[in-house]
């Protein structure tokens, strides 16, 4: 498709351009059309003028009108394609997750219900039934810090509850505050929070307790300090409404 000058080549004086003509280049024998944008074929259309009829006009402007609507939808549903492989992919690794834990537990039959092989994880030494005390065998991981720890000596062995606490380590010399960043994850709520979370605990389940005792305690502060602004608020009213009534006493 070419756009030629109507008229000859413009004299120095001309202002205006001169009118363009629309060429279009025929396709080769037994070749197919080159493709069209739909804003090239209104273009083309728009500069065609009156040799193009009105009818050959409203079908071309329609088709690209169809053509630009498809492909809309058609991206639309590959965006939406595209989430519903990204939610599949999520829900998959979930699954897995969950088979890679059943497989471990089908290999600790002995394993008490909602508990955990230890394997390391902490350092709970609790008392034996041999004598002594002995590393616990199976954990049971609680939202208060602590862990519910048993021995793995007997079914009926009783239950230890641990709290855990992380060891700070002086020996290297100074120990550098916590970066603002942490400090503002540990405070925040929702996503934040649950992503560190979740991250410190796959690393370290006494580090995860530690977090969630944090995470738990400062919730507890700010709601203290919303209940003391409540209450010195209504301090301050009473205070207000007790004066008023002692001088309405005064001037009787």
Known sequence: MQYVPHSPT????????????????????????????????????????????EIARTVAYGLAATVERRTTIAAQQLTAARTRINHLTGALETRDEEIRRLRARAGNANM???????????????????GG???????????????????????????????????TDYSPGDIDTMPYWCEELLQSNGAPFFALA?????????????????????????????D?????????????????????LEGW
């Open 198 to 226: 979740t991250t410190v605990h796959a690393l370290d389940l006494t580090a995860s307790a530690e977090v969630k005792r944090y995470h738990r305690h400062h919730e507890q502060r700010a709601q203290l300090e919303a």
């Open 10 to 53: 413009p004299s120095v004086q001309e202002v205006s351009p001169p009118p363009l003509r629309v060429r279009v280049n025929p396709p080769p024998e037994d070749g197919p059309y080159a493709p069209l944008s739909p804003g090239s074929a209104e273009t083309l259309i728009h500069l065609s003028g009156d040799e193009f009829s």
């Open 133 to 167: 005390n002995v590393l616990a065998k199976w954990i049971k991981v609680l939202g208060s810090g602590e862990v519910v720890a048993r021995a793995g000596e007997d079914p009926d062995e009783p239950e230890y509850v641990v709290p855990l606490h992380l060891t």
């Open 112 to 130: 008490p219900h909602d508990f955990e092989l230890n394997n390391g994880c902490i350092d709970a030494q609790i008392p034996s039934q041999q």
């Open 228 to 248: 003391r602004h409540a209450i010195i608020a209504e301090i301050e009213r009473e205070d207000k409404e007790l004066t008023s009534i002692r001088h309405r």
